[in-house]
């Protein structure tokens, strides 16, 4: 496995495979690896015949309150991980680099950024679509991998994507979840052993409106109203959102649709987790 941290021998690498017509998969990642990440790569390196993981933990997408300082880091372990997974290319571009002094471009989606995670995390997506479509500048993939954890995410990169007419496809890959059923992120780190149960109420508000909408419960503000009063037996929670909207626009639904996102965002002590499902009326079974 090679390592780059330059962007020009990046770019050369990138330039000779495409010459060789081989495909090229990029997973874009800011570290601190898990079985989330891990199923994104083991889909790019099964699919296409080399693969890029980056590490960048991208300082323009995190607000001042955020833990930019304190994000977690484990550069070791993550090399380990993608080497035995057969990654081709680790690419560590370092800060300087990628935002050099001077630095004046941002790139943003609107509309669909004003929902969700873009509403109290200002600049985010400005930061992430900033950093995706440098990083497919650079890697030039014929594919990216995300996680559908980050559903709002996804959704502007494939976005940014389209309308900045960028030759590469988005694979979307599912939630990766612990045993329990918390989903599996960086950030779970921070968790205290006392903020499991709390943290897990995200994943059992999600089923359990997923149950009410299986027996035909197909009012949004009955299932909003369901989790906050699950999230909210748990004193360390607060929540952010609780949305049951479009799963592409992001606006708010009045009842089930065919096809609806429920997605959460819920501070447990000083972590922010988010976690979503899919629900479709066509699943009731009455
Ligand atoms: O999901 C992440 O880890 C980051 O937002 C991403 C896509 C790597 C951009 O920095």
Not at 1 to 28: A, C, D, F, Y
Not at 84 to 109: E, H, I, N, W
Not at 207 to 225: L, P, T, Y
């Amino acid at each position: 496995m090679e390592i780059i941290k330059s962007i020009p021998e990046m770019k050369q690498w990138s330039n000779r495979v495409r010459e060789s017509h081989k495909t090229i998969g990029l997973v874009p990642t800011m570290g601190s690896l898990h079985a989330g990440h891990m199923s994104l790569v083991q889909k790019s390196v099964s699919t296409c015949d080399v693969t890029v993981a980056s590490i960048f933990i991208n300082p323009v997408q995190f607000g001042k309150n955020e833990d930019l300082d304190t994000y977690p880091q484990d550069l070791e372990g993550d090399q380990r991980q993608l080497e035995s997974a057969g990654v081709d290319v680790v690419f560590l571009p370092s800060r300087q680099d990628m935002y050099p002094d001077g630095y004046k471009t941002f790139v943003s989606v609107e509309g669909i950024t004003n929902h969700l995670c873009g509403k109290n995390r200002p600049g985010f997506f400005q930061g992430v679509a900033t950093v995706v479509l440098k990083l497919f500048n650079i890697v030039r993939p014929h594919t990216g991998f995300f996680g559908d954890k980050d559903w709002q995410q996804a959704t502007v990169v494939e976005t940014l994507l389209r309308d900045l007419n960028i030759d590469a496809a988005i694979e979307r890959l599912p939630i990766v979840r612990e045993s329990g059923g918390l989903a599996k992120s960086s950030r779970n780190l921070y968790l205290s052993q006392e903020e499991m149960a709390p943290a897990l109420s995200l994943y059992c508000a999600l089923e359990r409106a997923r149950q009410r909408v299986q027996n035909g419960e197909f009012s949004a503000d009955v299932i909003r109203q369901e989790i906050r009063q699950m999230i909210e037996k748990n004193q360390q929670a607060k929540i952010d959102y609780i949305s049951v909207c479009d799963p592409e626009n992001f606006i708010e639904h009045d009842e089930i649709k065919d096809k609806s996102l429920i997605a959460l965002a819920v501070h447990i002590g000083k972590t922010r987790l988010i976690d979503n499902c899919i629900v479709r009326r066509a699943e009731c079974k009455e």
